[in-house]
């Protein structure tokens, strides 16, 4: 499991989809779907508010973060 798959994990088990997401962050749908497709990034603050609110750690959040940033560098 990568840490994407973490982060949907938690997602499905607080019974939230990437709508409830953009809404944590104050987002667009449009922007978490560009995040997980690799054509956007979230922020390092938008990764800790992920992490805090789904119960993951710093390091997940950190790699969240350079996550979105290995796939839209690689794309």
Known sequence: ????DALL???????ECKADLARLLGV??????????G???F?????EKI???Y??????AL??????LDKSVSS
């Open 51 to 53: 992490a805090r609110h």
């Open 55 to 60: 119960g993951l750690t710093p390091d997940h």
């Open 28 to 37: 667009s749908r449009s922007f978490v779907s560009q995040v997980f497709s």
């Open 9 to 15: 994990d938690a997602m499905q088990a607080h019974g």
């Open 63 to 68: 790699k969240i973060f350079f996550f979105s």
């Open 39 to 41: 054509k956007r990034d």
């Open 43 to 47: 922020t390092v603050e938008q990764a």
């Open 1 to 4: 499991m990568n840490d994407v």
